[in-house]
């Protein structure tokens, strides 16, 4: 255990640090309001207590992640790969289902989702590979790195299936080799390529999807096609928020969450409820926190000291901004809804745990930009 010098707390990133605690506590008091019974007698569920509980662990977790050194997870990323896509295929196996999707593994106390961790996971090993590459700009389309981080965890997770994760790590593919630099003539190759394949791949992937995967996609072209049926959440979602119009109902005074009108209130639709109690106003006080967060990480990947930090801050920080927008606009019905739950505050321990490691990282890197305890 490496001796903490005192500097590690007059270089640490408070306020990164700050940014998260104060958006994990506004999810935690949400997640409270949204669980709460519609009669005062019934029991309130645990899901907030749970959540405190998991947010003391990811604390506790991203002060370790801060106290080594960031290239310990360049040494040990492939390793953590190899582990990360084992669990995706133990967890098509074994895993248990939930709502037609098998992304769960059972550990007894707890259960875990193999697809959350594995996202940071990706970010760590790709980031370290294309670091690795040279040229910079590539010339070349390196085939062995599509396969390995494009093609075989796409698979894997859309096979559980999840959408919004297959989705998100391809995102995550695509800026990060922009990030790394492509020489033109592969991104007009790529897109030449992408634009022929284009309908060809859209129709395979149609068919493969599940029912209520589709559902989603025509509830989100024609939320009115079944206003009682597939379109029930997005249409309930715009309800809650709307009805908060510009200082909301208040805290504790939101109706659509307690009563059981949104469905998924406390994870996956968790803005909407915020959005009814706190309106347009907290809305913006909200996003404004997560947009300075986004551009920490931003200025964070600019001081970092080698491509491989670099790399990974743009990757960890474009994973916090995709799942913001696509759970943003999933709410206000401009997104089909594909099960991405907001950073750091939808309900979600692995989520949560996950996420603050993450966060971790970006402090690491940031951090140590100087240099600490290592000659």
């Known amino acids: 255990m490496p001796k903490i010098d005192r500097r590690f707390f007059t270089t640490f990133d408070w306020f990164t640090f700050s940014l ?156 990060l080799f922009l990030s790394k630099g492509v020489s033109k003539r592969i991104i007009v190759s790529v897109l030449i390529i992408g634009l022929i394949s284009a309908p060809f791949l859209g129709d395979l992937a149609w068919n493969n999807l599940k029912d209520y995967q589709k559902n989603r996609i025509i509830a989100f072209l024609d939320p009115e096609v079944d206003p009682s049926g597939i379109g029930y959440h997005i249409n309930q979602s715009k309800i809650t928020i709307g009805s908060g119009n510009l200082f909301g109902k208040g805290y504790l005074k939101g109706t659509q969450g307690s009563l059981r009108f949104l469905p998924e209130k406390h994870t996956d639709f968790i803005f909407s409820v915020f959005a009814e109690e706190w309106g347009f106003i907290g809305c913006i006080l909200l996003i404004s926190l997560y947009l300075m967060l986004f551009l920490r990480g931003i200025n964070t990947a600019i001081l970092a000291k080698d491509e491989f930090a670099k790399l990974t801050a743009i990757g960890i920080t474009t994973m916090f901004f995709l799942y913001f927008f696509v759970n943003i606009g999933m709410t206000l019905g401009m997104m089909p809804i594909v ?37």
């Open 339 to 375: 099960g991405v739950p907001l950073p750091f505050m939808s309900y979600g321990g692995t989520a949560l745990l996950t996420n603050f490691i993450a966060a971790g990282i970006l402090i690491n890197i940031r951090m140590r930009r100087f240099q600490l305890f290592y000659p």
């Open 20 to 175: 998260i605690i104060l958006i994990s506590i506004i999810g935690i008091l949400t997640i409270y309001s949204a669980t709460r019974p519609p009669i005062e007698t019934t029991n309130h569920p645990d899901f907030y207590i749970k959540q405190i509980i998991w947010l003391s662990i990811s604390i506790l977790a991203l002060l370790m992640t801060a106290c080594f050194d960031y290239s310990l997870f360049k040494r040990f990323s492939y390793i953590l790969y190899i582990i990360g896509i084992a669990l995706l295929i133990i967890v098509l196996g074994l895993g248990k289902t939930t709502m037609g999707a098998q992304r769960w593994l059972n550990l007894g106390i707890f259960s875990f989702q193999p697809s959350e961790a594995f996202k940071l996971i990706f970010i760590i090993a790709l980031s370290r590979y294309l670091s690795d590459l040279s040229p910079s700009p590539l010339r070349n389309i390196p085939l062995k790195g599509i396969i390995i981080f494009g093609i075989i965890p796409v698979l894997l997770i859309i096979k559980q299936p999840d959408l919004g994760t297959s989705i998100l790590i391809l995102s995550l593919f695509t800026i």
